[in-house]
């Protein structure tokens, strides 16, 4: 397997800024022979996984919010590791992820980083099982190729935005997605640095209004693509399926993506992760 990440903090003139602020998106590659969680204004970086095991994860600082940079590398830094527990399947994600707030807020609490907050997509392979969470509106998709040549894309994540549950609710359609003003892309749900008790005590908890979980089996030849909201912020679901179809493999997809995210302005940080299985 190979995995694959690119980062960019957004262009200055975006924000009608003089110098660059700080890059608030995190993400974490990690196999089990090599952990990275990087925060850097560019970069890319490979790696391999040779056993059937690979851990991606990206994280977005809520721009709103205090110490946006420090949530997001912070949090990751807590949900992975440098030493990894024995035997980790993908179905123990959730767990994970539960473990990591509360230790994460245990350990970066502080008067002057409270409401500090990001948003979080995360998904584990372990021995041909893949589960996939979400906190807020990064977003996880599965990029299966099709007998005809062309790839079904399914999102795997769900946004926890207001207009996500309208829809849910049954009080918009997709096609009216531009009617409404933008106040309803706020976020529901995401992580924070706050003393709220979230009551969770075991791996057997019920799911959590801000904590999705997706579970699948890997095919050969699949692909898993992790985003912050500065790709789907910038670019609909239609350019990036167009973007993906046209390239000629899943890496040369990814720095297509890229391309087209710069071309838009570059107006948010963005983080793009990307699992290719054989």
């Known amino acids: 397997?190979?995995?694959?990440?690119?980062?960019?903090?957004?262009?200055?003139?975006?924000?009608?800024?003089?110098?660059?602020?700080?890059?608030?998106?995190?993400?974490?590659?990690?196999?089990?022979?090599?952990?990275?969680?990087q925060q850097t204004a560019l970069g890319q970086w490979q790696l391999q996984a040779a056993d059937g095991w690979a851990w991606l994860s990206v994280a977005d600082?809520?721009?709103?919010?205090?110490?946006?940079?420090?949530?997001?590398?912070?949090?990751?830094?807590?949900?992975?590791?440098?030493?990894?527990?024995?035997?980790l399947s993908a179905r123990q994600?959730?767990?994970?992820?539960?473990?990591?707030?509360?230790?994460?807020?245990?350990?970066y609490l502080k008067p002057r980083t409270q409401g500090a907050a990001c948003t979080l997509a995360s998904l584990l392979l372990a021995d041909g099982q893949v589960c996939a969470v979400n906190s807020g509106d990064a977003r996880i998709w599965r990029l299966r190729r099709q007998a005809d040549g062309s790839t079904a894309w399914l999102q795997v994540s769900r946004d926890h935005t207001a207009w996500q549950q309208m829809l849910h609710d049954g009080e918009a359609q997709p096609e009216q997605a531009e009617e409404y003003a933008s106040i309803y892309q706020g976020l529901l749900h995401c992580l924070a640095l706050d003393n709220e008790d979230d009551g969770w005590c075991g791996e057997d908890e019920p799911a959590e209004d801000w904590l999705h979980i997706w579970h699948g089996q890997a095919q050969p030849g699949d692909c898993y693509l992790l985003a912050t909201d500065g790709l789907h912020g910038c670019l609909s679901d239609g350019q990036l399926q167009a973007l993906w179809q046209a390239a000629a493999s899943p890496p040369d997809a990814l720095q297509a993506l890229h391309a087209a995210y710069r071309r838009t302005g570059a107006q948010d940080d963005v983080s793009l992760a990307l699992l290719v299985l054989p």
């Open 93 to 107: 994600l959730p767990t994970l992820v539960r473990r990591a707030r509360q230790d994460w807020r245990a350990r």
């Open 61 to 87: 600082g809520v721009a709103s919010s205090p110490c946006a940079d420090l949530a997001s590398r912070s949090f990751l830094q807590v949900l992975h590791p440098a030493e990894l527990p024995q035997a």
């Open 1 to 37: 397997m190979h995995l694959h990440a690119l980062q960019q903090a957004h262009h200055p003139a975006a924000q009608r800024r003089y110098a660059p602020a700080p890059q608030q998106d995190a993400l974490a590659l990690q196999t089990r022979a090599q952990r990275h969680v």
